[in-house]
């Protein structure tokens, strides 16, 4: 679930910043630079050649190769980002079907809440469609903003996906439309080899996130109600830890024997053992503790507090917060590059994108995903982001 949509009180609508005449959709803007901001969209689609209408240079940001992929819900369509140089590559759309008799006119109807990612395959979930929509990342074209997709029907209002350790699942939080104690919720489990929903898993109470043990025999889901966990052999569940604290983001550690769950009323980490799924810690953090990343090694949790503006940094040895970062613009979701050394944080209301250095917590450069200047993001609602160590495909250079 994302953190606009947290309240329970109904979904906000957003509608698409374009103009849409005919079967064309229009988008002009003027690229700005802020402190510490690299390469940003000059401009959206230019629909007349398929491209961006400008391409700017990278500047002080420099990272691993690879791909950021940030689902911008409040624009219907996810940013590919150069991790590099902090280039931002293409804005694409995503859960826009064609409509049927008319060429070129595409439903802006979707809303895309998170992100996930597989190898080389994005998964998407289209909360504004009801489905899921997923699409292969290799085959991305900058010059082509509207990708081929898979769509596949789910539940009412999918608010998280996440897959499984061997890309053989694709399980979906339903969230339902959050009206009262009676409305829909639950989860599908998609089989990716077939792309069909195998099995749907009801919920006594809205699920918000889902992660998988290393292994991938167990899924745990947070929900309004508590902590659920899930053998997926059977699709059945296997314990519940009620309470919690309205919890939201849950992380396992990478020997599995650990689950970190953000206690979002309370303002702390709750550190669950798996084996016996008993709180054994609570580490106090911000306000409002939502996304959370874990390094490689397991031995560093980053959780982000946007109602604090800060994202608190703790050492799981002693679980301890070893520092604060402050970072202003509500962060709420957040990765780690593939070899751990940057952390990629999203703002949900500023809509900018910040890199930190993790071996010494600095900013090493930031991206407004807006790209008019500081209030431009307002809308865009940045809602996940996931970083991997594949390229995403660029444009040819036209040598001007």
């Known amino acids: 679930m994302s953190l606009h949509d947290s309240s329970g009180a109904g979904r906000p609508r957003t509608t698409r910043r374009a103009l849409i005449a005919g079967s064309a959709a229009v988008l002009v803007a003027a690229g700005t630079t802020v402190a510490l901001t690299v390469g940003h969209p000059a401009a959206r689609h230019d629909v007349a050649t398929g491209s961006k209408a400008a391409r700017l240079t990278s500047s ?9 992929y940030v689902a911008t819900a409040g624009y219907q369509a996810f940013d590919a980002i150069d991790t590099a140089n902090c280039e931002y590559i293409q804005n694409y759309n995503v859960g826009d079907p064609q409509v049927p008799g008319f060429s070129g006119d ?21 909360t504004g469609d009801d489905m ?10 900058p010059n082509n903003f509207n990708p081929t997709e898979t769509d596949i029907n789910v539940g009412i209002n999918p608010d998280d996906v996440a897959v499984s350790p061997d890309g ?19 989860i599908k489990v998609i089989s990716l080899a077939t792309d069909t929903v ?39 569940v296997s ?47 911000g306000q409002l503790p939502w996304g959370e990343a874990l390094s490689k090694d397991g031995g560093t949790l980053y959780v982000a507090d946007p109602d604090s503006d800060g994202i608190s940094v703790i ?33 949900i209301t500023s809509a900018i994108l910040t890199v930190f250095d993790t071996s010494d917590n600095s900013s090493v450069g930031s991206l407004n995903l807006g790209g008019f200047g500081p209030q431009s993001g307002a809308g865009l609602g940045p809602t996940g982001i996931v970083l991997t160590s594949t390229p995403t495909p660029t444009a040819p250079s036209t040598g001007s």
């Open 315 to 347: 050492d799981t040895t002693n679980n301890s917060v070893t520092t604060t970062i402050p970072l202003a613009g509500g962060p709420d979701v957040l990765a780690l590059t593939p070899d751990g050394t940057q952390l990629w944080v999203t703002g």
């Open 239 to 285: 314990g519940v830890i009620p309470g919690l604290g309205d919890p939201h983001g849950v992380v396992v550690s990478p020997d599995g024997a650990t689950v970190y769950v953000t206690n979002t009323a309370d303002g702390v980490v709750e550190v669950i053992d798996a084996a016996t799924d008993r709180v054994t810690h609570t580490i106090p953090v």
């Open 168 to 186: 053989s699942q694709l399980w979906v939080a339903d969230t339902g439309p959050q009206t009262g104690p009676g409305s829909p919720t639950d």
């Open 198 to 236: 195998t099995a749907t898993v009801p919920l006594p109470s809205a699920p918000a996130e889902i992660a998988f043990s290393p292994s991938g025999g167990t899924a745990y889901v947070t929900t309004a109600a508590g902590l659920w966990s899930f053998n997926t052999a059977n699709d059945q």
């Open 106 to 126: 595409y439903d802006y109807s979707s809303e895309d809440e998170a992100v996930a990612i597989h190898g080389d395959t994005l998964y998407f979930a289209d």
């Open 60 to 68: 002080s940001c420099s990272g691993p190769a690879g791909a950021a």
């Open 132 to 141: 899921v929509s997923i699409i292969n990342a290799a085959t991305l074209n």
